[in-house]
Each structure stands twice: as C-alpha cells, then as structure tokens.
T-cell receptor, first 113, second 119 residues
Framework: AQTVTQSQPEMSVQEAETVTLSCTYD???????LFWYKQPPSRQMILVIR??????QNATENRFSVNFQKAAKSFSLKISDSQLGDAAMYFC??????????FGAGTRLTVKP | GAVVSQHPSWVICKSGTSVKIECRSL??????MFWYRQFPKQSLMLMAT?????????EQGVEKDKFLINHASLTLSTLTVTSAHPEDSSFYIC???????????????FGPGTRLTVL
C-alpha cells in the first residue's frame, strides 16, 4: 500500500523568508503523481503544485517549488518570500493512475509578521 | 480552472434524520468522484470512490448502507447520510477527477466541504 508521511506537524516562518515542508512516500509503482495541497481556515483544499514522477525536472509555481528525489521517495515543498496568506495546513498527496489520492497527516504552517 | 461545488456548506439535523450532500463539477465532466471525511486537525479520510453510472466502492470500515453514494451523471454525485447520529458529525469533502482533455487528468479538484452537525 502506498503511504505518505509528513514528519513536521507544525512549521513556522517569518514573513518574506523561505520555508521547506518535508514529505516522503512509499510505493512500488513507477508511474505516479505527487501533489501539495493547501487547506486554509476556510477548509477549501487548494492545489499548490503537481509533479509527475516520470519528469526529472522539479515543478515550480511562482513562489512554490518542489525538490523531488524519486530514488529517495522524497517530495519537499519550498515556499519562498512567505506571505501571511500562506498560513494554512499543507497536505502532501500521492496518486497512481485513476485511483484515489493518499494524503499525509499534514503540516500546519504559521507565518509570523 | 476546474471548479467543484458542494451543497449545502453546512447543515444541522436531528438524530435519526437523513441528510443529502451534493457535489457538482461545474466546468468539466467528472468521471470519478471521491468522498472524504475530515475530523478536526486531521487529514482527509477517504470514504468511497464513485464512477459515473456504477456503484461506489467503499473503503474498509465505511458502512455503505449508512453512507449512500449516487453518481448519476458526469457532473453530480450525492452523499446521503442515513439515520444520522451525533458521531456522524464531521466535515465532508468531495473531489472530482476528470477524463477529458483540457483538465489535468490525475489531479483531484476539491469542493469547499460540508460541515454536518447532528444533534
């Protein structure tokens, strides 16, 4: 079974600084997708970034980037120039094929002004 | 982008009554929809997966007679909590995955969630 582990229950960052959220996963599949979702207090799940396992290049979306290490099964999220609006729960997720998405336990990010 | 709506956003009901929650994909056809339950400060727990026109597949431990799921069209899935009890109080989230061009196939798009409180 595929599992997703987020070892940091809480993280804190100063506004305008950079923070990295960790995620590891376990799978025997070779073709899969990895995601980072953000859940603000409104509880709406928002897709932050997506990575296809077959791509070696790390995905980037504006201030958000990932460090995808396929051999190590690691998928960390880097948030640059942190903003107050980045404060939220962040979930790392794994999906293979059309099956359901598996989520990590989440990391609560606090941004200090 | 792909938008998924849920209705109602919150509902309060008496114990023993049934509650229906709707999940709609507004601008794409959702071949697969998922229903999750989320307890406070916890991750999302998958309840069931439904494909349009077929019976839902329930996760182990989820009572299919209590949580009725219908996916009658490519844009609508419903979750009915039958004979609700206080322990069913939770935040229910649906998500949809598309199978057509123009929408990322392997991404799930989430609805805003429904908070159910059973008195």
């Amino acid at each position: 079974a595929q599992t997703v582990t987020q070892s940091q229950p809480e993280m804190s960052v100063q506004e305008a600084e950079t923070v990295t959220l960790s995620c590891t996963y376990d799978t025997s599949e070779s073709d899969y997708y990895l995601f980072w979702y953000k859940q603000p207090p409104s509880r709406q799940m928002i897709l932050v970034i997506r990575q296809e396992a077959y791509k070696q290049q790390n995905a980037t979306e504006n201030r958000f980037s990932v460090n995808f290490q396929k051999a190590a099964k690691s998928f960390s999220l880097k948030i640059s120039d942190s903003q107050l609006g980045d404060a939220a729960m962040y979930f790392c997720a794994y999906r293979s094929g059309r099956r359901d998405m598996r989520f990590g336990a989440g990391t609560r990010l606090t941004v200090k002004p | 982008g792909a938008v998924v709506s849920q209705h109602p956003s919150w509902v309060i009901c008496k114990s023993g009554t049934s509650v229906k929650i709707e999940c709609r994909s507004l601008d794409f056809q959702a071949t697969t929809m998922f229903w999750y339950r989320q307890f406070p400060k916890q991750s999302l727990m998958l309840m069931a997966t439904s494909n349009e026109g077929s019976k839902a597949t329930y996760e182990q431990g989820v009572e299919k007679d209590k949580f009725l799921i219908n996916h009658a069209s490519l844009t609508l899935s419903t979750l009915t909590v039958t004979s609700a009890h206080p322990e069913d109080s939770s935040f229910y989230i649906c998500s949809a995955s598309a199978g057509l061009a123009g929408v990322v196939l392997d991404t799930q798009y989430f609805g805003p969630g429904t908070r159910l409180t059973v008195l």
